[in-house]
């Protein structure tokens, strides 16, 4: 069968690659092919791309160009923040135990506890639940209705060893934004009357480019993000680490990335990664603006043309491109087939579930029986998405559900 058209509404799983950005990734793919770490005039321009590319993604958190870590992408980043935090913990406590004159047999149980929420990315939970393995606890906090995680059931989980908080900045299935804010604030106002610190730490995979996002405000002490989520290439993310943490090496080897991860850097990647972030930051007021009245155009019409439907996730506190949608009566997963037939590409949830037959955790944790859960579907939508687009596909949608019902 031959498609006429296409409509992509899945931009919450990867997102095209701007012409802008690979324009500006070309020559380190052809000609600019030197390695970074060499001394000789290629390898010099290389190194000095990747530092403008540390300064451009930086300025955009208002942070310091030596508090950026470039990694292959999200799931990299998160699982360096968590081990790392983690280990970084153990060794204190232990040393502290040393300190505390207890035996070696005691000291060989002491870990740490790791707080994070039910509805966090598998970068996330199946790194905790690797660490759980390793002897960590892990306090894995509930969420409301709309998928918010409460900074009092934060406070109230704290225990004398906790490490390290996980939240993160935008769900990527429902869309809804964190309290990230308040949970810093929190965070930071607990140390000031305990004296005891635990380190903060966000995955804003979703979030970065699409929603304004410093550092100092969010009260973060390290933050994931991925270039691919806003129109740059696969394959490249960043941690940012904040300038007193010193987090043990994640890739061992070279001493690229200032002796913290090692590997020959992806200089191609990193430009474009800065280049992407450059026009995120440059037009993000209107692709905000753009993709919130495309976002509220299609969640009226379904809502109010096909019914026992109902929206996941904070109706106001969400990803601008964010739509998911639980469609009673109906498969998610063949209504996708056959939205799939007609030239819409939409998913079920996370990308990285693709496959699964299992409901999506994120549904059931805001309380959706197993069956409305797989009866969801999430469409992400970009700033190229024109509202004669949405009800393109809205019209394509109607009749696919009815038929979907009607069996």
Known sequence: MEIQNQYYMDHAATTPLSKEVLNAMMPYLTVEYGNASTIYMPGQRARHAIDESRRTIAAALSAKPSEIYFTSGGSESDNWALIGAAEAGEKKLRQNAVDALKTSEEIEKIHGHIITDQIEHHAILNTCAYLEERGFN??????????????????????????????MTANNEIGTIEPIQEIGRLLKGYEAETGQRILFHTDAVQAFGHIPLKVSELGVD??????????????????????????????????????????????????????????????????????????????????????????????????????????????????LLLLNEKGVYASAGSACSSGSLDPSHVLLALGDSTEDAAGSIRFTIGQETTIEDADVVIDILKPLVAYLRAC
Do not use: C, W
């Open 138 to 167: 892990v306090t894995y906090l509930p969420v409301d209705r709309e998928g918010h995680v409460d900074p009092e059931a934060v406070k109230e989980a704290i225990r004398p060893d906790t490490l390290l908080v996980s939240i």
């Open 222 to 335: 390290l933050m994931s993000a991925s270039a691919h989520k806003l129109n740059g290439p696969k394959g490249v993310g960043f941690l940012f680490v904040r300038q007193d943490i010193q987090l043990p090496s994640f890739v061992h080897g070279g001493a690229q990335e200032r002796g913290h991860r090692a590997g020959t850097e992806n200089v191609a990647g990193i430009v474009g990664f800065a280049k992407a972030t450059e026009v995120a930051m440059r037009d993000m007021t209107l692709r905000i603006n753009t993709e919130i009245s495309v976002r509220d155009h299609m969640i009226q019409r379904i809502l109010n043309e096909i019914p026992d439907t109902l929206l996941h996730g904070d109706s106001h506190k969400r990803l601008p491109n964010n739509i998911n949608i639980l469609f009673e009566h109906i498969e998610g997963e063949t209504l």
